[in-house]
Each structure stands twice: as C-alpha cells, then as structure tokens.
C-alpha cells in the first residue's frame, strides 16, 4: 500500500519494530466501503496476527497520516496497525 502502488512488503521483525510501546495497540479496519472503524487490539493479538498472515506491508499516504503505518492481512482484508511516531525510538 505504498504510496507508488508497489507495496513494500515487511518481514515480521521489521513490522513488530514498527509496532508503538504498550500494551493496546490500536487498529483500523474497512468492514464495508466508506466504512472505517477503529478499536483498540492487545499486543498479543497484533503479534500474532503479524506472526500468522502471509502479507505485512507499509501502508499508503493517508494511513502514515494517523500514524498507522502498517498493514496486515486477515482473511483478505487489511488491518490497518498503528505504529511508531517519526523520530520514536524502536
């Protein structure tokens, strides 16, 4: 979902660095067009889900925006993953 159409695929420990400090982790998902809705996740569960998908990959323009930076695949779709502000420290 990178911002020239060519995604930018990432191994599991190069999103898991990506990944802000804490215990919740916030997430996005598009349940149906036009529709966003946010919730916040637990590390564990965004861990494995960066463990298990089969495609990680930085997001575009507009999700760097709100600070989530990152996609994972669940069942096809993305789940849109916050992550590290710029200049955080990994």
Do not use: C, K
Not at 59 to 75: I, K, N, P, S, V
Request: net charge negative.
């Amino acid at each position: 979902m990178a911002s020239d159409d060519e995604a930018v695929l990432l191994t599991y420990d190069e999103a898991v660095a990506l990944l802000p400090d804490g215990d919740e982790i916030h997430t996005f998902v598009n349940p149906a067009v036009n529709m966003l809705v946010g919730t916040d996740w637990g590390r564990e569960q965004v861990l494995d889900l960066l463990r298990t998908t089969d495609r990680r990959e930085v997001t575009g323009e507009q999700a760097q925006a709100m600070h989530h930076g990152l996609a994972a695949f669940r069942d096809g779709y993305p789940v849109f993953i916050e992550t590290r502000q710029a200049g955080a420290a990994p």
